[in-house]
T-cell receptor, first 113, second 120 residues
């Protein structure tokens, strides 16, 4: 299995632009998670899905952030409009109902200028 | 209150020696899980070990073992025979509400991490 796949690995954009981060979970995993990691706040859970349905989006910072999971093999995290304080590493992770651990993707390093 | 506390921002250990990374947690849920992840400088998050709150024995995975003291609410990671490749950031994490997993899901809360440096 290729593991959790994220794209792009690096994104540099200007303030006000729309940013879309993509994730392909491990096949067969029912849960998908989006995390954000910054020096100031550490690792924060933004949102997670169970069977493509958003279960908890309480970690989404504000309305500029949105996430979708149109099918079991694809999810997006969108920021519109982006701001410099959104600069962070965004991780996608997935887990199975039968297993406990979450498998993380390599992350997307986002820089908003 | 912090749910996961890692009190050691940085730790140093000599190669081939053992090291213990501290983690304490706070929960009122009787059913929970504790995880350790490793994040090397390359940035990826690597799962190391898991301990369930009802597990009778401490978890072990190769050179990693978890010193689980339920009454003290601690779940320290022990790395035996440290290697240079063990130098990384280590995160402790907790998942609560395991009994209601199907509805509440698998929210993980992470500690702030401990930066481990293994010296040759």
């Amino acid at each position: 299995d290729a593991g959790v796949i994220q794209s792009p690995r690096h994104e540099v954009t200007e303030m006000g632009q729309e940013v879309t981060l993509r994730c392909k979970p491990i096949s067969g995993h029912d849960y998908l998670f989006w995390y954000r990691q910054t020096m100031m706040r550490g690792l924060e859970l933004l949102i997670y899905f169970n069977n493509n349905v958003p279960i908890d989006d309480s970690g989404m910072p504000e309305d500029r952030f949105s996430a979708k999971m149109p099918n079991a093999s694809f999810s997006t995290l969108k920021i519109q409009p982006s701001e410099p304080r959104d600069s962070a590493v965004y991780f996608c992770a997935s887990s199975s109902r039968l297993n406990n651990e979450q498998f993380f993707g390599p992350g997307t390093r986002l820089t908003v200028l | 209150a912090q749910k996961i506390t890692q009190t050691q921002p940085g730790m140093f250990v000599q190669e081939k020696e053992a090291v213990t990374l501290d983690c304490t947690y706070d929960t009122s849920d009787p059913s929970y899980g504790l995880f350790w992840y490793k994040q090397p400088s390359s940035g990826e998050m690597i799962f190391l070990i898991y301990q369930g709150s009802y597990d009778q024995q401490n978890a072990t995975e190769g050179r990693y073992s978890l010193n689980f003291q339920k009454a003290r609410k601690s779940a320290n990671l022990v790395i035996s025979a440290s290697q240079l490749g063990d130098s990384a950031m280590y995160f402790c994490a907790m998942r609560e509400n395991l009994a209601m997993r199907e509805t509440s899901g698998s929210r993980l809360t992470f500690g702030e991490g401990t930066q481990l440096t293994v010296n040759p």
